[in-house]
């Protein structure tokens, strides 16, 4: 079985603080991805990378960033979080090829006080 | 530019029967993948049903179908026999860009509830 883990299921910060979030995926997936979830708009992508170190942006990137130095795992960083990064964050990953579906983590649920 | 849109924000089933989720989409790639995923409450993303631009045939999954109609870009999720365990969230996504930098992008879903 695939299995993504991410670091914290809970986080509170700070405004200000800098934070981490780390993603895992055990299956030699090229592609891993980092959404948002808010009510009423679904999945954000904020960044996706297909391979190590490389990146592109999504649909949301300002005020993340994202690091790949291993295959295995992609983090996500805000830089000077806010308070209106307080969301829910989802890493996914997947293959290249067939097939084709993402597989999610648990999610983590971030609260910027 | 690629988007995905469920129209429907929350839908009632009664147990027993079959429900459609609506999805349409937008996309200029020749070559796209449509997926449906389930969020029950606990919060994990679920795969449920996958289907090219290029079959033809409709997939299906168990109680899952996805009707495809390529010409009217919508991709509508049927489950069959509703139980309650299907209360959930549902999302529409697709898969597209260029190799090596395929996206995928999400609807805002679509909360269905299955009533006893």
């Known amino acids: 079985d695939v299995k993504v883990t991410q670091s914290s299921r809970y986080l509170v910060k700070r405004t200000g603080e800098k934070v981490f979030l780390e993603c895992v995926q055990d299956?030699?997936?090229?592609?891993m991805f980092w959404y948002r979830q808010d009510p009423g708009l679904g999945l954000r992508l904020i960044y996706f990378s297909y391979d190590v170190k490389m990146k592109e942006k999504g649909d949301i990137p300002e005020g993340y960033s994202v690091s790949r130095e291993k295959k295995e795992r992609f983090s996500l960083i805000l830089e000077s979080a806010s308070t209106n990064q307080t969301s829910m964050y989802l890493c996914a990953s997947s293959l290249t090829g067939a097939p084709y579906e993402q597989y999610f983590g648990p999610g983590t649920r971030l609260t910027v006080t | 530019a690629q988007k995905i849109t469920q129209t429907q924000p929350g839908m009632f089933v009664q147990e027993k029967e079959a429900v459609t989720l609506d999805c349409t989409y937008d996309?200029?790639?020749?070559?796209?993948?449509l997926f449906w995923y389930k969020q029950p409450s606990s919060g994990e993303m679920i795969f449920l049903i996958y289907q090219g631009s290029y079959d033809e045939q409709n997939a299906t999954e168990g109680r899952y179908s996805l009707n495809f109609q390529k010409a009217r870009k919508s991709a509508n999720l049927v489950i069959s026999a509703s139980q309650l365990g299907d209360s959930a969230m549902y999302f529409c996504a697709m898969r597209g860009g260029t190799s090596g930098t395929y996206k995928y992008i999400f609807g805002t879903g679509t909360r269905l509830k299955v009533l006893a």
């Open positions: 996309t200029s790639d020749q070559s796209y993948g």
């Open positions: 299956m030699d997936h090229e592609n």
